[in-house]
Structure formats: structure tokens, C-alpha cells
């Protein structure tokens, strides 16, 4: 396979899961703003701009963080390069890219949904319309993993997609974390006190968790759980132990594929390892931004090994 | 029929005789239309749309700011030809395009042909795609054009003639091969009536024709077949689909010029794993920019390096560069005297009758008959700079005539053929329209393989001459009958 088909295998996956986890996240937003006064309403909204990272560019092109301006600035404002619409047009290009790799039913799901999310984020999406929207992207996720799951050759490049995937949720996951632990917990000294638990709430929403969370829990909303579920539990599939040991398994298929040991493998089993001798009440002591902020470092450096190690670039 | 109406005495109508019957092609599809629920085939029709979006057959239009895709229009009327007629084309096209790979080899080589005084000597250098480079290298089996277009038009029952030669490029298939599926799609109990050849193998031999072309460098003896790589100039190429479809089907690599580099004397592509060989690329972007050491300095799309590998016998290109010199038009008026004297047998494809401007007296004559004659550049293609006389208006025609006069030698003249019709679906039910025909034809060191039918263009508005899609013609799925 090409260096550059694989490539866009790998960031035609990483865009799909991107613009899933961001509709997902202004779906977790605009149920907490319906059910707040105004003021915490605005605060929600400001937190999913400060979880994409996209406070500067808003603030300099819009004066408050009311929904309508938050989710079209998300979703579809030219001002935000990094908004939805381009994000799923970068999965469509890559998915281009990649045509010959992928089967014509993953295509076709991937062309299909683009060409009505493009014309519907063509214009302001209004309130009424956005359940619209943030549900065919959701579903549009589905669909073509689906597709991938029941057509694909279990080749290199269903691994190289499925990599693009889990470093991308892992990545998702652990900043959605680290951004509302740090609106609610500022210091440690919180840790154990009762919770906001609307705000936790909306966190286990954002990673499609929130019934799981309560399966396991039957009820009891603590940041002891919540970091359990979302760090440690292997079981769930958004959890940063579950990425792992996805990913874990789609690098070991490429070794073998490749006959070849690699640099993005053996950084892969340092990050694994670094999670799976940890409980919670290390990663407190560690201090959960810091533990956090290390796990997204680690993330990013497989990804570019696996950009190296496979000629993904000329 | 409901709503059709049939040919006008003056033109050809492939379904119809000029009574209104029904020609025998058309017989068991006309029984089966008339089973049909018009509110099916009202639904069938939009229905098609709709399945070409979503595979993504679509093509890139480039406006002023955001390029856009669209489709070309398909109609569900099958375009139809007898076994009988397909066995006569098919010998006037074998027989023309080995015509045309001889007189390529001979332009490069000898020029036999110049120095018979057949083919004047300013032809060539009057021509653009005339490569200089090419001359004393012999193309892995001598072959220039692998993948070659014949347009052919219909003015009669027994009328075909060429209209053109697309020996550099043709593109198109990939519609051939979907509007083919889209019908068996849409009308699966149609074809259980109507035994048609299949086109679907086309990827298949594609693929083994390409194969069949490896160049000498290429090692065998280890039983590898040789690898096959389409070059596309990328996603945002207009016919980019068709260059990802082939690929896909035929089980090629999809390569752009940047993953392409010269390593140890061979063309080599950048994989997961390192540096392959490729052994035959059926390259889809034009001369100009394939090496940017030996042609446009600027370009991207190529390869640095590739002419030096194909001199040396390490890649073979499909078509081989410099090939569109015989889709010129000037030469196409030349077409008779080259069949003859490279065949040593007459044409069994006649030409259009071509008036060639260069010449004074058929300059006279084109001039003084502006109004009945159509004008073409001789390089030009897609239907863009040519004049269209009994549509033209005065200023246009006055405008024209200025060009025509100040560079003669760039255009040649054609007599306004009343072409073929074929009917189309409308809301008003069936309506004729003019149709040309281009059979897709591959060549190897194994023989020349057409596959029965080919892309049929049709003029979707009424009266109109023009086929060309970015012109607004559309296409038909296209049906040689089995015997």
C-alpha cells in the first residue's frame, strides 16, 4: 500500500472521530443549557469552546457564548477553520484519497452523508435544526464504521484506519477530562467533595457514556468513578485503557503484516504501561491534569511514529 | 409510442424508421417499454440521479472561486446496435487504430510517410504535441497509443464515419462501465429480455493488456507479474473518479507524482514498506508535466527523471508520450492516405469530409460557406473554439471569419452532418435526439481488444448538435445485441 494512501486511511478516520466527539459534545452542551438559567447556560456553551481550544478565534469574531453562535461557529463558521463541515469535507478528501483502499459500501457511506451534511451546514443551522445535524453525525460515525466492520479487507489499511480512530478518541476523551476537571476541581482539595453532578453528567454525555457509567455505578456520581470509568476500565470503548489496548492490537497486526518491529509499537507498550500500573488514587496524587497531560503527549508521539514508520509522507 | 415523435425525414433516427415503426434493434426493448408503468419510469428516471450521486460519479467544474462537482446527465433509453453492424465497426476500428500506431512509430522513426510525400513535413512541426524527445526511441512493444478512443458518428443505416481519433487520452469509460450497472440496477428484468454483450470486463482487460506491455527491465523469471500503477494528477482533476474507478477495479495502485521517485535506475513508488518498482504506468496526466527534467520545469504532477527510466527500458507508459500528435486535426484529414499507406487497404471507416484551411482554394471555399460549415481548431477537443454555422449568429460568424483568415493553418472545416438521432426520456415521454459513439479499443502485443459498444453521448437539448458533456450533452448506456 501507498505511504500516502495510508495516510489518508489514517486522517480519514481521525476526522470522522473528531466530528462525532464535537457534535457530541455541543449535544452534552445544549441539554445542560436547556435545563440551566441563563448565565449557567453561557457557561456551558464557553466551556465546549474552551474544550476545542477555540477561544481565541471565537472571542475575536463573536461577542457572547450564546448557543446559536457557539454551534454555528462549531459547526460551520468560515472564521473557524477547524469547524465541522471542514472536518467532514477532510474525511471525504481523504476518503478520496484512499478510494481504492476502501470498499465501495464505506465509500458510499462516507459520500452520502457528506453531500446532505454539506448542504445543511451551508446555511446557519437554527436550534430546530440542529438535533438534525448533531444526529447525522453521530450516525454517519456509525455507518461507516459499520460498513468498515462488515466489508473490509482486514488488511494494513483497515489497521491504519482503525489507528487513526483510537489515537483520535483517546485524544477526545482525555481532553474533554482534563478541560472539566479543571472548570470544577481546581485544586485538589475537592477531590471527594460532593459533585456538581449535572457537570459530570454532561462529561459522561460527551463520550456517549453516561448509561454505562450508571450500569456500573447505579447512580453514585464521584470523580473517583468518573476517572475510574473514563481512564481505567478497559470495558468501555472510549476509555483511555480501551483506546490502548485497541490500538495496541491494530499496531501489533501491522508488525506482523510488515514482518517488522515498530518505533510507533514500542512507544505504544511505554503508554500502556504507563496506565496500567496506575489506580486512581496514584493518578490523584499525580495530579489528573498532569497524568493527563503526559497520556496526550505519549498519544500524539505514536501517532507521528506511526506517520514515520509507515512513509505516511514524502 | 407515447409521446415519441419520430425521425424528421432529414435525419437518421436509430430507433425509428421514417414511417414510425420500429427498427428490429429496438424491437424487444420498445415490447418491454410498453409494459411499463409511466409512473415507474418517472421514478426510475430520478431514481438514477440520485444512485450517480452517491457513488460519486460525479467531475470537478471549476467556477471563480469554489470548485464544484456535478454529474453528467445519464439517460435511461439504452442506446442499441446489432451484432451485424458491431462486426463491421469493429473491423473499420482494429483496422484504423493499427493504422494509427504504425503511422506513430513511423513519425518517430523514419517518417516514411514524409518522404513518400503522403504527410506534409509542417504537420509535425506545426504541432503541438509533437515530442522531439521521442524520436529514435522504440516504446516497449512498439506500442504508442494502448488505450485509444474512436469517435464515430451515424448518418445512415450503413453511415458511420470517424469524427475523431483520441489516441492520447480517452477518457470515459468509467461512464460506460456505471451506466451499465446503473441500468441493470434500475431495470434488472430488462436484461433477462434483451441478450446484450457484457462491457464489465473492460477493468479486466485493461489490466492484462497493461501487464502485457511490461518493459525490459521488468524481471519475470521469479513469476511476478508486473505492477500496474494508474497516475492521477489527484483529487481535484476533473475526471479524478474515473481515475480512482479504473484502479480499483483493475487492482492498481492509484499514484500521484509525489509518490513516485527515480531509485536505481527504475520508477518507484513509496509504500508502507519502502520503495516498489513500478513496471507499467497507465499515466493520466499529459506530457507537459510528466518530468519536470525534461518538459514544463514547474511541474508536480511528474516525475523528475521518468523520460530517462522509460529511454532505458525501466518503465513502460501508457499512452506513450507523444502520441497526441495524431489527434490533431489536421492530420485527422490525413487519416484516409494513412490507413492506405500503412494497411495497404482502403479505409473501412470513412472520414468526415474535412476541408483543410491551410490549403487556399479550401480556404476560399470554407469562407464563402461559413453558414453551413462547421470550424474547428485543429487542437482543440472538448467542443471549445469551433464555430457551429447553421446555429451561429451574424456577429459570431463575422467574428469567426477575422480568426479563420488571420491563421488559416489552425483550423480545418467539416460539412454539419445530420446526425443520428436516438430518443431520450422525457416528462413528454420519448423525444429524439443527436447521438455520436465512442468505443473504447486496448492495444498490447497480444492484438487489439474493443469492448462491444462504448460511451454514447447524446445532445440533451432539442436540435442540438453538441455531445460534449462540458456543453451540456449527457450520456446512455449503450447496447450491442448478441447474436
Redesign the interface.
Known amino acids: ?6 495516510n489518508g486511511l489514517f486522517w480519514m478516520f481521525r476526522y470522522l472521530e473528531r466530528a462525532e466527539n464535537t457534535s457530541r459534545l455541543l449535544d452534552a452542551a445544549l441539554r445542560m443549557a436547556l435545563t440551566r438559567d441563563l448565565e449557567r447556560a453561557e457557561e456551558e456553551w464557553r466551556s465546549v469552546i474552551a474544550t476545542l481550544g477555540l477561544k481565541q478565534q471565537y472571542e475575536a469574531n463573536n461577542d457572547g457564548y450564546d448557543g446559536a453562535s457557539v454551534w454555528n461557529f462549531v459547526l460551520r463558521d468560515k472564521a473557524n477553520p477547524a469547524n465541522v463541515r471542514e472536518m467532514f469535507c477532510a474525511v471525504r ?1 481523504n476518503a ?2 484512499a ?2 483502499n476502501l470498499s ?1 459500501q464505506a ?2 457511506a462516507v ?2 452523508n457528506w ?1 446532505k451534511l454539506d448542504k445543511q451546514l451551508s446555511r446557519p443551522v437554527s436550534q430546530l435544526a440542529l438535533g438534525e445535524v448533531l444526529a447525522r453525525l453521530r450516525r454517519t460515525g456509525m455507518q461507516v464504521h459499520g460498513a468498515m466492520d462488515g466489508s473490509m479487507l482486514r488488511n ?1 489499511g483497515y489497521h491504519f484506519a482503525r489507528a487513526g480512530t483510537f489515537i483520535e478518541r483517546a485524544e477526545s476523551t482525555a481532553r474533554i477530562l482534563d478541560m472539566k476537571y479543571y472548570l470544577l476541581l481546581p485544586s485538589l482539595s475537592y477531590v471527594g467533595s460532593s459533585l456538581d453532578s449535572g457537570q459530570w453528567d454532561q462529561v459522561l454525555r460527551s463520550v456517549a457514556g453516561a448509561s454505562a457509567y450508571s450500569w456500573l455505578n447505579a447512580g453514585n456520581i464521584d470523580a473517583r468513578g468518573i476517572v475510574e470509568f473514563l481512564v481505567l476500565d478497559d470495558r468501555f470503548p472510549r476509555s483511555l485503557a480501551f483506546c490502548r489496548s485497541a490500538l495496541r492490537t491494530n499496531l501489533d497486526q501491522l508488525e506482523r503484516i ?1 514482518s ?1 518491529p515498530s518505533e510507533a509499537n514500542r512507544l505504544m507498550q511505554e503508554s500502556e504501561s504507563f496506565i496500567a500500573h496506575m489506580t486512581v488514587d496514584e493518578i490523584f496524587e499525580m495530579g489528573l491534569h498532569e497524568f493527563l497531560t503526559q497520556f496526550m503527549a505519549r498519544n500524539s508521539a505514536v501517532g507521528q511514529a506511526i506517520a514515520d514508520d ?2 505516511f509522507l ?1 | 409510442m407515447a409521446g415519441d415523435q419520430p425521425g424528421t425525414p432529414e435525419n437518421f433516427d436509430e430507433m425509428h424508421f421514417a414511417g414510425g415503426d420500429i427498427r428490429p434493434a429496438y424491437d424487444a426493448y420498445c415490447d418491454w417499454y410498453q409494459e411499463q408503468e409511466p409512473a415507474l419510469l418517472k421514478r426510475k428516471n430520478a431514481e438514477a440521479d440520485e444512485s450517480f450521486r452517491r457513488t460519486g460519479i460525479t467531475f470537478n467544474v471549476y467556477g471563480e472561486d469554489e470548485a464544484e462537482e456535478r454529474l453528467i446527465p445519464f439517460d435511461m433509453v439504452p442506446r442499441i446496435i446489432t451484432a451485424a453492424e458491431w462486426r463491421k465497426l469493429t473491423r473499420g476500428i482494429e483496422q484504423r487504430v493499427s493504422a494509427l500506431n504504425a503511422f506513430l512509430y513511423d513519425l518517430y522513426h523514419r517518417q516514411e510517410i514524409v518522404r513518400a510525400g503522403r504527410l506534409p513535413e509542417r504537420l509535425l512541426r506545426n504541432n503541438d504535441a509533437w515530442l522531439p524527445n521521442m524520436v529514435g526511441m522504440t516504446p516497449p512493444g512498439g506500442i504508442y497509443t494502448h488505450i485509444v478512443g474512436i469517435d464515430l458518428v451515424r448518418t445512415g443505416p450503413d453511415e458511420f464515419f470517424v469524427l475523431e481519433d483520441n489516441a492520447r487520452t480517452p477518457s470515459g469509460v468509467s461512464y460506460m462501465l456505471e451506466n451499465r450497472e446503473t441500468m441493470m440496477a434500475m431495470f434488472p428484468d430488462l436484461f433477462s429480455k434483451v441478450a446484450v454483450e457484457p462491457v464489465s470486463n473492460y477493468p479486466r482487460r485493461l489490466a492484462r493488456s497493461l501487464a502485457a506491455c511490461a518493459p525490459p527491465k521488468f524481471d519475470g523469471s521469479s513469476g511476478d507479474k508486473p505492477t500496474v500503477a494508474v497516475l492521477t494528477p489527484g483529487i481535484y482533476n476533473s475526471a479524478y473518479f474515473e481515475h480512482a474507478f479504473l484502479a480499483d477495479q483493475m487492482g492498481a495502485e492509484l499514484v500521484e507524482g509525489s509518490d513516485l521517485r527515480v531509485v536505481d535506475g527504475r520508477v518507484q513508488m513509496r509504500c508502507t514498506r519502502g520503495f516498489q518498482p513500478v513496471d507499467v504506468l497507465y499515466r493520466r496526466v499529459d506530457d507537459d508535466y510528466l518530468d519536470p527534467l525534461t518538459f514544463e520545469p514547474d511541474s508536480v504532477l511528474g516525475v523528475p527523471g521518468i523520460m530517462d527510466v522509460y529511454r532505458s527500458g525501466g518503465i513502460t507508459i501508457a499512452n506513450a508520450p507523444g502520441t497526441g500528435v495524431s489527434d490533431d486535426k489536421a492530420i485527422y484529414s490525413f487519416m484516409p492516405e494513412i490507413v492506405e499507406f500503412y494497411t495497404g487497404e482502403k479505409p473501412l471507416l470513412p472520414n468526415v469530409q474535412t476541408w483543410r484551411c491551410a490549403d487556399t482554394d479550401s480556404l476560399g471555399y470554407v469562407l464563402d460557406h461559413l453558414e453551413e460549415l462547421v470550424v474547428k481548431e485543429v487542437h482543440g477537443s472538448g467542443g471549445y473554439g469551433m464555430l457551429i454555422g447553421p446555429t451561429a449568429s451574424k456577429k459570431e460568424i463575422k467574428e469567426f471569419r477575422a480568426k479563420l483568415k488571420a491563421d488559416p493553418e489552425n483550423y480545418i472545416a467539416q460539412p454539419t452532418l445530420s446526425l443520428s438521432t436516438c430518443p431520450i426520456y422525457t416528462k413528454a415521454g420519448l423525444a429524439p435526439r443527436h447521438v455520436d459513439l465512442r468505443p473504447y479499443v486496448l492495444v498490447s502485443p497480444n492484438g487489439i481488444e474493443i469492448t462491444p459498444g462504448g460511451l454514447t453521448r447524446v445532445a440533451l437539448k432539442k436540435g442540438s448538435l453538441v455531445v460534449n458533456s462540458s456543453q451540456g450533452g449527457g450520456t446512455k448506456d449503450t447496447w450491442v445485441l448478441k447474436d
Open positions: 500500500m501507498l505511504g500516502r494512501t495510508a478528501n478520496r484519497t478510494r481504492t465501495t465509500w458510499e459520500n452520502e453531500m494494513e510488515h517488522q509507515y512513509r514524502a
